[in-house]
């Protein structure tokens, strides 16, 4: 567990061999190491938040989008909803990845905004892409343009997903925000 903490991009965190709580512990000590506690967690000189929940900053639920997966569940009355309690090892063996990112250590990242239609709204997302890892993480910038939530940080693992952040690259708008 302890190793994780001497992780280097572009190395995974070793997790197969831990049970979930032991997993839990592990994944925890980096996260809180390189976000929760991490002064420096700043993007460009904007400092990087997590999203509030009813007002108050809510680490667990930024942990959960770093290291869950998001699935499709039937809940009791038969609807269909979205769950985010799915361990997603892709996620969690490249969760110190975000702190080198962030610091823009890596040559063949690309860096760009995009407007974009969520849940009726326009939105306006700022994305670090690794080419050569698949990997993405998703900022967004605060109304005050000041600073940034990290909404999420995920490996492409599916062609299709790759192929959907390159059309996002060649729709970006001219001002990173």
Same mark, same amino acid.
């Given at each position: 567990?302890?190793?994780?903490?001497?992780?280097?991009?572009?190395?995974?965190?070793?997790?197969?061999?831990l049970?979930?709580?032991?997993?839990?512990? $592990?994944?925890r000590?980096?996260?809180?190491?390189?976000?929760?506690?991490?002064?420096?967690f700043?993007?460009?000189?904007?400092?990087?938040?997590?999203?509030?929940k009813?007002?108050?900053?809510?680490?667990?639920?930024l942990?959960?989008?770093?290291?869950?997966?998001?699935?499709?569940?039937?809940n009791p009355?038969?609807e269909?909803?979205?769950? #985010?309690?799915?361990?997603?090892?892709?996620?969690?063996?490249r969760?110190?990845?975000?702190?080198?990112?962030?610091?823009?250590?890596?040559?063949t990242?690309?860096?760009?905004?995009?407007?974009?239609?969520?849940?009726?709204?326009?939105?306006?997302?700022t994305?670090?892409?690794?080419?050569?890892?698949?990997?993405?993480?998703?900022?967004?910038?605060?109304?005050?343009?000041?600073?940034?939530?990290?909404?999420?940080?995920?490996?492409?693992?599916?062609?299709?997903? #790759? #192929?959907?952040?390159?059309?996002?690259?060649?729709?970006?708008? $001219?001002t990173?925000?």
């Amino acid at each position: 567990m302890a190793t994780n903490l001497l992780k280097k991009y572009n190395g995974f965190l070793d997790l197969t061999h831990l049970n979930e709580a032991s997993r839990t512990i $592990s994944l925890r000590g980096v996260f809180d190491r390189d976000i929760a506690n991490n002064t420096a967690f700043v993007f460009r000189q904007k400092i990087i938040r997590p999203l509030k929940k009813e007002g108050e900053v809510d680490m667990d639920t930024l942990f959960g989008h770093l290291t869950r997966k998001t699935e499709d569940m039937i809940n009791p009355s038969g609807e269909t909803v979205k769950s #985010r309690n799915i361990f997603d090892i892709d996620r969690s063996k490249r969760l110190h990845w975000i702190w080198h990112h962030i610091q823009e250590n890596v040559p063949t990242v690309l860096i760009f905004s995009s407007q974009e239609r969520k849940d009726g709204k326009d939105v306006i997302r700022t994305y670090i892409f690794d080419i050569d890892e698949h990997y993405v993480i998703v900022l967004q910038p605060q109304r005050s343009t000041f600073d940034y939530y990290l909404l999420s940080a995920y490996y492409l693992n599916e062609e299709w997903a #790759r #192929r959907n952040m390159k059309k996002k690259w060649k729709r970006r708008i $001219s001002t990173l925000y």
